[in-house]
T-cell receptor, first 112, second 115 residues
Framework: KQEVTQIPAALSVPEGENLVLNCSFT??????LQWFRQDPGKGLTSLLL?????REQTSGRLNASLDKSSGRSTLYIAASQPGDSATYLC???????????FGAGTRLAVHP | DTGVSQDPRHKITKRGQNVTFRCDPI?????LYWYRQTLGQGPEFLTY????????KSRLLSDRFSAERPKGSFSTLEIQRTEQGDSAMYLC?????????????FGPGTRLLVL
């Protein structure tokens, strides 16, 4: 059974810090991994998608890496800003499950 | 706008009432998913359709829940005899499945509160 864990559950940092969010999954047979952002009471916004054959993806100040063999992914946020405050969710997709399986998220607060 | 849309965005109902939610996927997408998210948790899979066929249902989907996707276009999720435990955000996502792997695009969700 695929399980996804995100650490830490919550994080509070001052503006400008570089930070790393961690995601681990138990079954390495995945097709891809997605990182999402969710603002309070809102839907999910896809940030980055990494195919199983890729090692990393970058978008602006965000960089996501994938180590499929060890079942880990990290989301790196450079020069954090108060507007980055949100919950960040990691999800894996594998054919055997035909669905996204999510972690519980990391709640990020960036204070001025 | 060609994104996924959901209606209504918010629903307050009394225990025992029936509610129905609608999801309009991105038009060319052949897969449609429903997820449920409770406070402080990640979304959990409920069911999905490929075109009009419902291919999988989670054990979370009790007999009070039913979903349809007539003609492989929009989808509805109905909850009969609502219970307070049904209070959650219901999220819809769509994708184009071709070969292995896919990217799911999510709608804004319907927040349900059962009093």
């Amino acid at each position: 059974k695929q399980e996804v864990t995100q650490i830490p559950a919550a994080l509070s940092v001052p503006e400008g810090e570089n930070l790393v969010l961690n995601c681990s999954f138990t079954d390495s047979a995945i097709y891809n991994l997605q990182w999402f952002r969710q603002d309070p009471g809102k839907g999910l916004t896809s940030l980055l998608l990494i195919q199983s054959s890729q090692r990393e993806q970058t978008s602006g100040r965000l960089n996501a890496s994938l180590d499929k063999s060890s079942g880990r992914s990290t989301l790196y946020i450079a020069a954090s800003q108060p507007g980055d405050s949100a919950t960040y969710l990691c999800a894996v997709f594998s054919g055997g499950y035909n669905k996204l399986i999510f972690g519980a998220g990391t709640r990020l607060a960036v204070h001025p | 706008d060609t994104g996924v849309s959901q209606d209504p965005r918010h629903k307050i109902t009394k225990r025992g009432q029936n509610v129905t939610f609608r999801c309009d996927p991105i038009s060319e997408h052949n897969r449609l998913y429903w997820y449920r998210q409770t406070l402080g948790q990640g979304p959990e899979f409920l069911t999905y359709f490929q075109n009009e066929a419902q291919l999988e249902k989670s054990r979370l989907l009790s007999d009070r829940f039913s979903a349809e996707r007539p003609k492989g276009s929009f989808s509805t999720l109905e909850i009969q005899r609502t219970e307070q435990g049904d209070s959650a955000m219901y999220l819809c996502a769509s994708s184009w499945r071709r070969g292995s792997g896919e990217t799911q695009y999510f709608g804004p969700g319907t927040r349900l509160l059962v009093l």
